[in-house]
């Protein structure tokens, strides 16, 4: 088990700038804890910075080949990330890439082929100590060092590969240039990743670690690697929707939407890839929860929800317009809306506040009159859209969205009545969601 004081004792030399002392400690820590991945991706950078960057990228690159032989794709890539900030154009770097994104690609497409037989190995290399390695002269210590750090424990059997989460449908020029312009970031216990209500502007990827997902205090979840969060914010500007806390040491890349115009200019499947994830979120995450999908079986669902196109409404805008006919039906996926209704006097009342899994637009559909009822997004929405001219149509192929939205315009017309009393002469004509 690797020592505590040694990771504390290379911490410190690392902080006072002398990383010819703290990959004496590295090694004796790789030594020990083999497996170690943190340790020998430290020794391979503070090898680089004490003079031995071509020992550096090996351990990195051997570092990297051996994470996407266990199927940790994620940390592989951070690992040849951290390489890459020091030798951007290296072929074996590159070459580590390509392959780990080959596989990915392949394991999403169940098309993933068992590795050929390794190689036998090379003797090992004895182990290090830090008191035996800080007497060496400068050469000789970096490349022991450097010997211990491409020294590895036998290969197992190859292992499972997941699919890359966003990147696996990208070329893989595209996924490379992403890369080169993802933050890496590292963060303990108790820190907000994400914080609720904050501008979102980014998406973020989790490399390792565990995090919990809440909103307004309640927890939603927890995530853990492969978790993509922050997309839709990222795409349409809306405020972030929930709180991200690391609950342990998470690893994390960040892609932010400077980064995001960079690539689209140069690489556009970069933000057709991003939109398209986007989108197939949102309409996953309307599946599980608006209750407009919920009476039917997937394939029905799949069905109906085909009908839909997806659209972004920018904040402040006016959705719908009262006296003006409706456009279509619409589910939020993201973002709030405000529906705002006018009393015989010209004042203006507030109905109701829409947001996620939210119908609106159905009652001027059924009831077949102009809208009486404004409504304003008060955040970035992100939504699908089932225009009038379908509407008809669907309701005849779907008996139960008929019902649904019958019943949900019942309850609204009511609660409508109860909430403003004598605002409205007639809720049947005054309330248009």
């Known amino acids: 088990t690797a020592s505590p004081d040694l990771w504390s004792q290379a911490r410190r030399t690392i902080d006072e700038g002398k990383p010819a002392e703290a990959i004496c400690y590295l090694a004796e820590l790789v030594s020990t804890s083999p497996q170690d991945k943190d340790a020998r991706l430290q020794l391979a950078l503070s090898l680089g ?5 071509a020992g550096a990228l090996k351990v990195i690159r051997l570092l990297g080949d051996r994470l996407v032989h266990e199927g940790y794709l994620l940390p592989a890539i951070a690992v040849v990330h951290r390489g890459l900030q020091s030798s951007a154009n290296d072929k074996g770097l590159i070459a580590t890439l390509e392959r780990l994104h080959v596989r990915g690609a392949h394991a999403k497409a169940g098309k993933l082929a068992v590795p050929p037989a390794l190689p036998p190995r090379k003797k090992s290399t004895a182990a290090a100590t830090s008191s035996e390695l800080i007497t060496l002269a400068k050469e000789e210590r970096l490349a022991r060092v450097a010997e211990v750090g491409a020294d590895f424990p036998p290969q197992g059997p190859p292992g499972a590969i997941l699919p890359l989460p966003l990147f696996g449908e990208l070329d893989t020029s595209a996924f490379i240039a992403t890369l080169r ?42 995530l853990s690697s492969g978790a993509v969060l922050g997309e839709m914010a ?33 690489e556009p499947k970069v933000m057709q890839e991003l939109a398209a994830y986007c989108r197939s979120r949102l ?89 009486t009822a404004d409504v304003i997004a008060i955040e970035t929405l992100g939504a699908i859209f089932l225009p009038a001219a379908d509407f008809q149509q669907v309701l005849a192929e779907f008996p139960e969205v008929h019902a649904f939205l019958d019943s949900l315009s019942d309850k609204r017309i009511s609660a409508t009545q109860a909430q403003v009393g004598d605002v409205y002469v007639d809720p049947d004509d005054l309330v248009v969601l």
């Not at 910075?49 to 960057?53: I, L």
């Not at 209500?197 to 973020?204: E, N, T």
């Not at 980064?259 to 689209?264: D, F, P």
């Open 49 to 53: 910075d004490a003079g031995h960057p």
């Open 283 to 371: 309409l996953m995450n309307l599946l599980r929860t608006s209750p407009l999908f919920s009476h039917f079986d997937e394939t029905t669902r799949m069905s109906l929800l085909g009908r839909f196109r997806t659209i972004t409404i920018g904040s402040g805008d006016q959705v719908i317009q009262a006296g003006q006919t409706g456009e279509g039906l619409y589910v939020i996926a993201t973002g709030r809306a405000q529906v705002q209704a006018r009393d015989a006097d010209g004042k203006s009342h507030l109905v109701a506040t829409l947001g996620p899994g939210d119908v609106f637009g159905e009652i001027s559909l059924i009831k077949k009159r102009p809208a």
């Open 181 to 222: 312009l993802l933050k890496y970031k590292r963060v303990q216990s108790g820190v907000k990743i994400i914080e609720e209500g904050a501008p979102g502007d980014s998406l973020i990827v989790l490399i390792s670690g565990q995090v919990t997902v809440s909103k307004k205090g309640t927890e939603l979840g927890k």
């Open 234 to 266: 990222l795409i349409t500007r809306a405020p972030r929707s929930a709180t991200v806390m690391a609950t342990e040491e998470v690893e994390y890349f960040e892609l932010g939407r400077s980064e995001v115009s960079t690539l689209t200019k140069n």
